[in-house]
């Protein structure tokens, strides 16, 4: 994979998500390359079909460690952050974002 722009945000979103679910760093590490590795191409987070790929991968690489409340705090704390280098970015437009990735996982029975 060739690393360009948007790279360091997936990376950084990725991390986010992954550190939130799983307690062992040496695991983190491996499971965030892991996944990024694994989006071939460069999957646009300010678009929803990027987004949902994001989202669908990191579900499939954390289901075996942790249950899906978990991962819904890890792809909303990730969510969140994301908007945080972007000053001005209101609370409201936050939380807009933040369901912009959240409503790509799985809804619960």
């Not at 929803?48 to 991962?71: C, H, K, M």
């Amino acid at each position: 994979m060739l690393w360009g722009s948007g790279h360091d945000r997936l990376l950084a979103f990725v991390y986010r998500c992954v550190g939130c679910c799983v307690p062992d760093q040496r695991l983190v590490g491996d499971l965030t390359v892991e996944v990024v590795a694994s989006l071939h191409g460069r999957p646009d987070l300010n678009r929803d079909q990027g987004r949902a790929r994001v989202v669908a991968r990191l579900v499939e690489a954390l289901t075996p460690y942790a249950n899906p409340d978990e991962i819904q705090a890890g792809v909303r704390f990730a969510a969140w952050l994301d908007q945080t280098p972007r000053s001005g970015v209101d609370p409201h437009a936050r939380v807009v974002a933040v369901r912009g990735f959240t409503r790509h996982l799985p809804v619960l029975a």
